[in-house]
């Protein structure tokens, strides 16, 4: 197998270019979650091209399992503006309106049924123009104002072109069937549940997924963690009150401003807990429309973390009863819905075993195992629903140099990874589609 | 009719030395609300021997109608306490367990029915030891350590007393009904109600009723006053939750201190009334047993107060939603106990031209009519009822000098009113029972 | 003297088409407060033409007391619209930046100084676009979106053109000085305080003001109130914290989003007043940029209001304290800034009289006068100034009959009480000028 | 040196009764914190007649180092109770005035100071007076109602007695030092550190401490954790106000129950940690006088936990910070003082491998050693000065069958551990005699 490993990293690297190219495209027409309308586009035909078969808009995600959906304005202005930015119209009709996932499928025979997961999505961010952020200087800036991929999605899309291609390329040799899903929406946990929900992970013995990773000053190329993320839910609240003249007869309105303040301290005084590591957060609030005027409308977004998934439904339960006392103080109402949710997420051991040896197989270098990962991960849900059929999850870091921290205006990474991380994802596929024949 | 005003002024003059021993027995063995067995002892038996007919225990306080009585061990030391200090036992058995309300009649065929009360419980104050407080020169200071009248109810009492004899030496010359009403539990405002449940006031025509007051560095002897007093209602208040340590499963117990706390501000928080002026506090909260402990009980004494008896109402109705709902958010329960209410009290106006014509033509002197008393009063709950059955109602104050404020352990007052205050009272009542006639 | 107000009246109704245009115009070209470039510029080309001495820009309001100044993009645009909408150039320069405020000055001589105040500034309501709302129906809707004038300033600036009118043709029988007063930023109680500071009052005898009225389904065309409003101050407030991922180092934050909770409910729990009625209003919050992240910058916008400016004095200094204290709980700092304030505004008897007197003798229905107005009013800082300085003030309303209520989307009202308002407000300034002569 | 072992457990073995005797004393004449004049007599007369040098008194504890002492009367009362229970009047003397700390030393030359802490403090809790619970049955429940030895530190008294005998008949074979130290006040976390400040620790090489535990179902004799207790600050709170009626001018009051409440919830809102799991609670408040006043004292009994000492110190900070931010929003003041703190509390591997080879040595069971052990403990003030000197510190559990939760009424344990705890104690403190050599 050894020579397989040489010359998958050999056809990747001679892929770097096409990366690179790909990655930009993405970066240059940032799209955030459920509006991904040209990326999937553009993935699709790719895929359509290689001769996968295609699965796009309302086969990928379940409609209404899809959290944290932007309003229909909104879609529909991305679908617009994709459109005007060269997406296939074919595709982006199916995309159209809040249906941005795809998946390719290769089948190949019996065999154990491995996925990829790619994430697609950008951030709301405004990217920086100082000539020393390379997207600024070398022209891939995002052209859509105040969207930016300041978390690497791009570098994963690209990489499940990359990794589409190595595979087709061994169709003869693959066992089983793979699947290559393009996840919208990672961010804010809120796509993974859909693709989920219309059981496409129902038949997986393996799901796989990468993240681009800070090496730091470190050496390493692939970075492989033991614990868990912080299981997590995100809740968009929002109390209804009356709104009432402040000053001419008080009494008669119901505060929902007040509600909201009350629920906002009870929030963080959250209990910590016994089955592990916690966190609260109410990161924004809108209240109200005048100064004179009794608050009738405060809507909040707020998330809670847990190191296991039983203790973050613990605190989204708790925080479901106090943001309903909290209305009741006041007379008010309050809706909640779940805008996100992921599940604490971690890798199998025999996987990253797997992963560990297959990776310096192939040259690449891994530096001893972390025990953490602060952050969550909407591939929490993937991971758990192939587990609980019997299946194994892997998550690692494909790590290269960075220059700003996730989620900043000035993040960037080194593209040279892009060809390693895409030749590891398709060695573990070629190694796990012969799974159940070497175990 | 001149020259009855003479003699009722005369003969309760020739009264004064009666009255300051009475005054000063009741101050020397002052009982707070619910427990005044020795002084309700005293007053039934005095009634009795003057001839009224009177009703004691459980025929003058409806059972269930009684707010804020005290627990039973303590109603029940009360009662062996007043047995110690000289309590008739006969009297003492019928007010055991605070039943301590006593109403004496005087029925003189058909006519009106007025009714006069006086209230009789002391506060929860520890009385002054220094030389210049006469009660702690002169040997009257409250025996019972942490109870003193500090809001003259003693005096009260007395000139019930001197009222009823003035009244019972007039009986020939009475037309109706003469009932003198000695409540239980004024302070507070929990005794007023019990009476009124029983139906003592529902035949009354007009209902009287004065208070001691501070006549300051004028010369008036009688106030009166065109305004209202806020209406109150006092509420106790008590959150259940589930203690557990602190650190081991904080998340297994419910916080009853948090809830407090939410309800204590929210309380606070309770919108102005374009009905009129409002008044909340919280004014006591007891919580929690140990420091490494989730509080598992917490306990407020808050009030409401109001304008109206409608904005006071509206008040009260915020106040149980607010507490309800604080008890919600942290998975807790919440008792709420009215342990006192009183509507907002003012005089009728031919009552308080009655009085003024009354006082001024006995010689007492009569200052301006005041707008405002900003104090709450248990007698609204009889002038309400007499009021509802097409009667009238009338407090004045009896005004004298007094040392210290109100409620404060230096409290005392000049005794040489008592007599004009008796006087008042019994002219008031005989010119009453001439009224249906009258007018 | 009576065949004058005949004369008055009559030239004032001879006008109303005149008043009626105008308006309308005002009404079409809606501007905010701080933002009435073409308002002014109109007005001021208007008392040109007539032969005032006109005050613009710098020379009305002292730059540093205006306040709750809109940014300087929003000026710069209101300034760009005004002449897209054809401000004359000349005036709209002199307002441009925030200097809207126009002083016409008559001088005749020896005599007394009296000030007329006219409001300018429209609301930040969208106009109703329903069939049956007259602007939209007869097109004078605002093209301004989200500005209108629903409060009747329109109308009030139309009055002051057309008393500016009345009064130059009495030119000759005038004594002293007349000085109208067209006010920006009344919405807010924010002018007035900065043409105060400017001294334009410093040598008022009597300031004079109207205001739109609704008369209900009355007659009344002068509603005259003996009462006060409440005082008010506006508070901007502002909590900077720092920001950090929720998740990861939550410690290291400084939450302004808590900080902001504790200070709106300890707001709302600012005690009742002795002093007499009070009101307290946190109308908006917003905070945070993103749900994941510790809140680092929350801003509030409240308003505290008293019977009496001390009143309203208290609270504002106890709010103060309250929010740097919140402040400091949570490791933020805290700016607040006075967004506006007003005084107890009430009207001096003699004037009212006058203003009755006048009415009357005019024709004009003069209901009952009442006795509270419970909005507050910028005016109060003008009459506070002018009594300050031994004058007098007198503020009425013009009533006619509105549809919808003050301040919402509907709101209108019938024009024909323009020329009434206008004739009396002249009538008033005439017998004024003679005042120091006649009395 | 199998053979001392076997020596040592027979000979503790046959101290069986005696140990029984002594914890059965202690437990029925249990005393609180800085308040075991009775029990400190016993150990300063039982050490000094086998020939220990006995520092008692002042000489133990620094004075102004004792953390949450009680008042003076409090102290008082417990000398006259130990006076009456038998303690002996010299030691007494002693201990008077919250100096109930006892330290016996035994110098044997050269060679390293190994320190013994045992605890001798009860808690505040109600013993059961169930027939099946054994000291009401044998017939030592505490005398004194309302304390109680729940936590086993009457065991621990004991133990410290017996090790003594034990080892003081070694004396010939140790070489340096060792310090037996019976500390007062551990509950709470309170004594430890004022033993510290006095210096006692600063010389010591070695600190070991035994706690009774659960052996719950298994066999263990003797419980080793690798983990770490939490460390904890004790915080006593109390917000000074100003009282005034509450209706009469509530604006003149300050309102500490408000200030308490803001605190309250600000408190329990603390971050969660980066650096590791925390904990808050506030466990009791006790606000106010009476219902119609405002509360112009509050006071709260808080504590924090961290991970760390370094968290436990950023959460005390954040809370100091939080009830000055709350006291200045409510016009109040307030003072913090430490009621207790503890780091946290870890034993060092060398001793850990000394502990499980000495106690298989000597045939005690050792089940796996466990990694957390979630209580505080105030032990954990030594074993960071010893380790801040170069020294190390161990803390293992002394197993058996107990029956009712630690700190319940109903806690009891089987005494029969008392000896291999006591022989377990001394075999290490003879093998770190020698320490210095062998290694």
Not at 88 to 105: C, L, M, S, W
Not at 217 to 228: A, E, P, R, S, Y
Request: glycine share 12%; with cysteine.
């Amino acid at each position: 197998m050894h020579g397989d490993y040489e010359a998958l990293r050999r056809e990747a690297r001679a892929m770097e270019a096409q990366l690179r190219q790909w990655r930009r495209d993405f970066h240059t027409y940032a799209e955030p979650g459920w509006c991904e309308v040209r990326t999937a586009s553009r993935v699709a035909g790719e895929l359509t091209r290689l001769g996968y078969e295609v699965l796009t808009g309302r086969d990928v995600c379940l409609a209404e399992a899809r959290m944290g959906l932007p309003p229909a304005e909104v879609l529909e202005a991305a679908y617009g503006r994709a459109l005007e930015q060269g997406a296939d119209p074919q595709f982006a009709a199916a995309a159209r309106g809040g249906f941005t996932g795809v998946i390719g499928v290769l089948r190949c025979g019996p065999g154990p049924v491995t996925a990829l997961r790619f994430d697609m999505d950008a951030l709301g961010v405004r990217e920086s123009e100082a000539p020393d952020h390379r997207p600024a200087a070398e022209g891939f800036r995002s052209v859509n104002e105040g969207v930016m991929h300041a978390c690497g999605h791009d570098g994963h899309t690209a990489m499940g072109l990359a990794a589409a291609r190595l595979l087709m390329r061994r169709r003869d040799r693959l066992r089983g069937t793979v699947k290559l899903i393009f996840q919208p929406a990672e961010e804010g946990v809120r796509g993974a549940a859909a693709i989920v929900a219309a059981g496409h992970l129902d038949d997986a013995d393996y799901v796989l997924a990468t993240h681009m990773g800070d090496r730091g000053t470190g050496n390493g190329q692939v970075g492989l963690t033991t614990g868990t993320t912080l299981a997590t839910a995100k809740l968009d609240i929002a109390f209804t009150g009356r709104a009432v003249h402040a000053a001419m007869a008080p009494e008669q309105g119901a505060n929902a401003l007040l509600a909201a303040a009350a629920a906002v301290l009870a929030l963080h005084g959250l209990p910590r807990h016994s089955g592990g590591d916690t966190r609260v957060n109410v990161g924004t609030l809108r209240a109200g429309t005048g100064r004179n005027v009794v608050c009738d409308r405060a809507v909040l977004e707020a998330e809670v973390r847990g190191a296991t998934t039983a203790v973050c439904d613990d605190l989204e339960q708790a925080a479901r009863r106090i943001v309903q006392g909290a209305a009741e103080m006041e007379g008010c109402t309050c809706d909640v819905v779940r805008a996100g949710a992921a599940g604490a997420l971690f890798s199998d051991a025999p996987l990253l075993a797997l992963c560990r040896e297959t990776a310096e197989a192939m040259g690449l270098c891994v530096p001893p195992t972390g025990t953490t990962d602060s952050a969550s991960e909407d591939f929490a849900a993937m991971a758990d629903r192939v587990r609980s059929r019997g299946g194994q999850a892997l998550y690692f870091r494909t790590l290269t140099a960075c220059s700003g921290p996730f989620h900043s205006a000035a993040f960037d990474f080194d593209e040279s990874a892009l060809p390693d991380g895409a030749a590891l994802l398709a060695a573990l596929a070629l190694r796990l589609s012969h799974s159940l024949v070497a175990e």
